[in-house]
């Protein structure tokens, strides 16, 4: 049998002479989070894998942050990214809280809520807008949007994506959820994680795919030449990802797909509709420069349903999200034109 002890998280403080605010017994300075957890396996695990699985809010990026900075022991000892963790290893983590970032600042922008409560929000994402902060995009974003609209988002699973559970591409529109809470942050994330959450997409690709349904299996890493894309590459230099997909409607020499995803990788369905010789209408990054019959914002992908257990309740919950008037047009012009082709081709 394998037990896990996961212990209650908490903050423990001692004032020195100075006046300042240290961790009792040294480890840790300062306010944060002190998490105690044992190493139920009866294999050995590298530290690092093995907390960024115990703390699905923190990237690895940070966690091994964390560790690099003296901020983690294994039985008493400073742990290492490499340390390999054993059966009954006490594995202490000292979290401090996340430091400020001064660009990232409540934006009143308007948002198309699909579903809201104290715990959860769900929003119909439009195109064009990017979901967190990053370097070369500081504000604008929807976590910007959110922070308004949620004054205690702040401090929810790290600095720039608080909050965040999954994201979609800039250009991608419909269906993603945000927590409200650390504890439903977790938990939605292990939903994901585990295919407990389900989501499907929508999207008008060039051609149509042979069959009425079929699952592309391929790695997902950095294109081997262009390190500003993604690509099909060797399992051993990507991630597994898979996706299914389902033939909606031909459309002449375009189709209407839809999407189920088992993984979650970065440009997925863009890059797997690419590798299969159908890309995305109007991705600039992986499709086929032609001229379309509309103009686009973006790429013709759209989160159409999300479904998740809710994380308090339980209760399972499914949204969907209308299309944007954009794919709409679209959808109505490649009718139109399959009509008139055929119309030609009776006469």
Not at 300 to 308: I, N, P, T, W, Y
Request: charged share 20%.
């Amino acid at each position: 049998m394998v037990l896990t002890l996961v212990l209650t998280s908490f903050t423990v403080k001692s004032h020195d002479r100075d006046g300042s605010t240290t961790l009792a017994g040294g480890f840790g300075q300062g306010d944060g989070e002190l998490l105690t957890l044992q190493y139920p396996r009866p294999l050995p695990m590298r530290l690092d894998r093995w907390l960024v699985s115990q703390r699905p809010e923190q990237s690895r990026a940070r966690i091994q942050k964390f560790i690099d900075a003296g901020c983690v022991r294994v039985n008493g000892v400073t742990g290492r990214a490499k340390t390999p963790l054993r059966a009954g290893d006490l594995v202490e983590v000292w979290m401090p809280p996340p430091e400020p970032l001064p660009y990232l600042v409540p934006q009143a922008m308007p948002l198309d809520v699909l579903y809201e409560d104290a715990h959860l929000i769900v929003i119909n994402k439009p195109a064009g807008l990017t979901v967190h902060p990053a370097p070369g995009n500081k504000d604008g974003t929807l976590v910007n949007g959110l922070l308004h609209h949620c004054p205690d988002l702040p401090g929810i699973g790290g600095e720039m994506r608080p909050g965040i559970v999954h994201r979609l591409d800039k250009d991608t529109t419909g269906c993603i959820v945000v927590a409200k809470s650390q504890e439903a942050l977790v938990k939605l994330q292990v939903q994901i994680q585990k295919r407990i959450a389900s989501r499907e997409y929508l999207a008008v690709v060039h051609g149509v795919p042979r069959g009425e349904e079929g699952t592309i299996v391929g790695a997902i890493g950095r294109h081997p030449v262009d390190r500003k894309k993604y690509a099909v590459v060797a399992d051993t230099s990507g991630r597994h990802a898979r996706t299914h997909w389902h033939l909606v409607e031909a459309l002449g020499d375009h189709a209407l797909l839809r999407f189920r995803l088992d993984t979650g990788r970065t440009h997925q369905i863009r890059v797997h509709c690419a590798h299969m010789g159908h890309p995305i209408v109007g991705d600039a990054t992986y499709g086929r420069c032609r001229r379309l019959p509309v103009a686009l914002p973006g790429q013709a992908l759209h989160a159409v349903q999300l479904g998740l257990d809710h994380p308090i309740s339980g209760e399972r919950l499914v949204f969907e999200a209308p299309l944007p008037e954009a794919f709409e047009k679209l959808l109505r012009a490649l009718r139109r034109r399959l009509g008139q082709a055929g119309s030609s081709g009776a006469s």
